[in-house]
């Protein structure tokens, strides 16, 4: 993938993933479009039937690591999903090697706090992909379980 649409057009191909986990589940979801998708991609009621805010993220396959946009474009120096988005809930996924999907879940409040404390210690990883120059960094899974800011949930 190297343009926006490219991405734009895996987004929308990957979307039935998540579509599948929450009818699996028995959660009801309501896709948001128009400009409202710039905060939250879905509303989830999940079992405690709250709607929940949830950004969703998809990679083509397992890294070992969540990576966090912190700037969208480094031209005009846009921020990052992790402090635009106005989700309560990441819903991360990726292909494992069998073919099938993992997902994790992720606090957002939880992930933005420990991103602001502790990006220093997390080398950028620069992609030039899609939206420009955007910076990334790779949390390892380990350690997004270990300090209790997700788990997986498929």
Not at 24 to 31: D, I, S, V
Not at 58 to 69: I, P, Q, T
Request: proline share 2%; aromatic share 14%; charged share 30%.
């Amino acid at each position: 993938m190297e343009t926006k649409e490219e991405f734009f057009q895996f987004e929308k191909k990957t979307q039935h993933i998540f579509n599948e986990l929450y009818e699996k589940k028995g959660w009801l979801f309501k896709r948001i479009v128009g400009p409202k998708n710039k905060e939250y991609d879905v509303l989830v009621k999940l079992d405690d039937s709250k709607w929940w805010k949830i950004e969703e993220k998809y990679r083509s396959k397992d890294y070992g690591d969540l990576l966090v946009e912190t700037i969208q474009d480094t031209e005009t120096l846009a921020p990052g999903w992790i402090h635009t988005t106005k989700a309560q809930i990441l819903f991360y996924g990726f292909e494992n090697m069998l073919g099938g999907h993992i997902i994790y879940w992720v606090g957002m409040k939880r992930l933005r706090d420990f991103v602001n404390k502790n990006k220093d210690n997390y080398q950028e990883r620069i992609s030039t992909k899609g939206w420009g120059r955007t910076v990334n960094i790779a949390i390892p899974w380990e350690t997004i379980v270990a300090e209790k800011l997700g788990g997986i949930i498929k």
